[in-house]
T-cell receptor, first 116, second 113 residues
Framework: GAGVSQSPSNKVTEKGKDVELRCDPISGHTALYWYRQRLGQGLEFLIYFQGNSAPDKSGLPSDRFSAERTGESVSTLTIQRTQQEDSAVYLC??????????????FGPGTRLLVL | LAKTTQPISMDSYEGQEVNITCSHNNIATNDYITWYQQFPSQGPRFIIQGYKTKVTNEVASLFIPADRKSSTLSLPRVSLSDTAVYYCLVGDAMDTGRRALTFGSGTRLQVQP
């Protein structure tokens, strides 16, 4: 596709419910990132996928957060038993990693999650 | 992964040149320096990237001194539409430590008329 797409663009849910956020990366990009951005703050790394390697989950804040990626395609971020502090914009980025070279991340528009 | 430090905010007026400096004292040999711009309600977007000396594109210039411990993003003749948050990121495509990435809070640039 032309760019990274994310869905839904906005999600309002009740505390305790599960939510799924979707990311479609740029075709051919091997790397995919999820970030969280709270209002007025910087981007917080959550998880990273690269090809068939085991994902780097070191940024996931709790076991309520999980993510999957189908090959080098779509990724889903799942938040179980949502809490009000999960309210944020969830951003997805993809990149084409080249050995020994610089990397440029291309971001989607984000999903704005509000937990009531 | 090299930690970066930027000013929290800057103010400018239309038509002025704006320089935003990022410190990255423990930058590694293979690290590149990348700057991103983020408008409200949008994801960050790539502005410019460099390894050393000076890089210029249609949007900005990036100045990197010989020791590479800092970098300066230069925006010529800013306009109101340049009001955004600017993030500096240092890393290498093959840096195994880079995955624990944080963009930090960035520099919030406010351009006044």
């Amino acid at each position: 596709g032309a760019g990274v797409s994310q869905s839904p663009s906005n999600k309002v849910t009740e505390k305790g419910k599960d939510v799924e956020l979707r990311c479609d990366p740029i075709s051919g990009h091997t790397a995919l990132y999820w970030y969280r951005q709270r209002l007025g703050q910087g981007l917080e790394f959550l998880i990273y996928f690269q090809g068939n390697s085991a994902p780097d989950k070191s940024g996931l804040p709790s076991d309520r957060f999980s993510a999957e990626r189908t090959g080098e395609s779509v990724s889903t971020l799942t938040i179980q038993r949502t809490q009000q502090e999960d309210s944020a914009v969830y951003l997805c980025a993809s990149s084409l990693e080249l050995a020994g070279g610089p990397e440029t991340q291309y971001f989607g528009p984000g999903t704005r999650l509000l937990v009531l | 992964l090299a930690k970066t430090t930027q000013p929290i905010s800057m103010d400018s007026y239309e038509g002025q040149e704006v320089n935003i400096t990022c410190s990255h004292n423990n930058i590694a040999t293979n690290d590149y320096i990348t700057w991103y711009q983020q408008f409200p309600s949008q994801g960050p977007r790539f502005i410019i990237q460099g390894y050393k000396t000076k890089v210029t594109n249609e949007v900005a210039s990036l100045f990197i001194p010989a020791d590479r411990k800092s970098s300066t993003l230069s925006l010529p003749r800013v306009s109101l539409s340049d009001t955004a948050v600017y993030y500096c990121l240092v890393g290498d495509a093959m840096d195994t430590g880079r995955r624990a990435l944080t963009f930090g809070s960035g520099t919030r640039l406010q351009v006044q008329p």
